[in-house]
């Protein structure tokens, strides 16, 4: 669910496409998940995602990684829960792959495919959409994950009996 929020590895396109055979450093993120639950509606957030991006032959690799304990959804409880669901002690970091051509820096708009990793499994999204915002200091990168339980093998954990929804998007704002 918060895994997904590794998709802010896209932000680091724009910069990367400047200077071929670069490396790149991701700064700060925000990533937020969103349950939603016939009783209430919950976001869980990190600020802790990390990730690198080097760039050669007209392709930047881009990986960005985000420990599960690090969101935090105002409830330590339900984080605790949330931990054990995603299976976060045997898999404690979510992880985002994917490949951007240099080319797609031009566009305010990126589709990325992205390989998201979170416990134990990878979802492939294809061309997922990311805004991009560059100003004569900073560029950054907003979009949103459409990750899913099911996507993860995750049964929906239940509160009095009732299952959460299987949507759990991930909002990604990278600068």
């Known amino acids: ?13 724009r910069p990367l496409a400047a200077a071929p055979g670069a490396q790149w450093t991701l700064v700060r993120s925000t990533l937020t998940y969103h349950v939603s ?3 209430h509606q919950m976001e869980g957030v990190s600020h802790a995602a ?3 991006a080097v760039c050669a032959a ?16 105002g409830d330590t409880n339900r984080d605790l829960h949330m931990q054990q669901a995603a299976r976060g002690a045997t898999f404690p970091m979510v992880t985002v792959r994917t490949k951007v051509p240099e080319s797609s820096a031009a566009s305010d708009t990126i589709h990325a495919d992205l390989d ?14 990311f805004q991009v915002t560059t100003t004569a200091d900073e560029t950054r990168i907003t979009g949103t994950i459409p ?8 049964d929906p ?3 009095l009996t009732m299952p959460i929804k299987n949507q759990i998007p991930v909002m990604v704002e990278m600068t």
């Open 157 to 159: 954990p239940s509160l």
């Open 1 to 13: 669910m918060k895994e997904l929020l590794c998709v802010c590895l896209v932000l680091l396109a």
């Open 50 to 52: 990390r990730g690198k």
């Open 147 to 154: 990750a899913t339980l099911s996507d993860f093998k995750i």
């Open 116 to 129: 998201v990793e979170f416990a134990r499994e990878t979802a492939h999204y294809k061309q997922v959409p």
């Open 37 to 39: 639950h016939p009783l």
């Open 58 to 73: 007209g392709e930047c690799e881009v990986l960005v990684a985000v420990p599960l304990r690090s969101f935090d959804s």
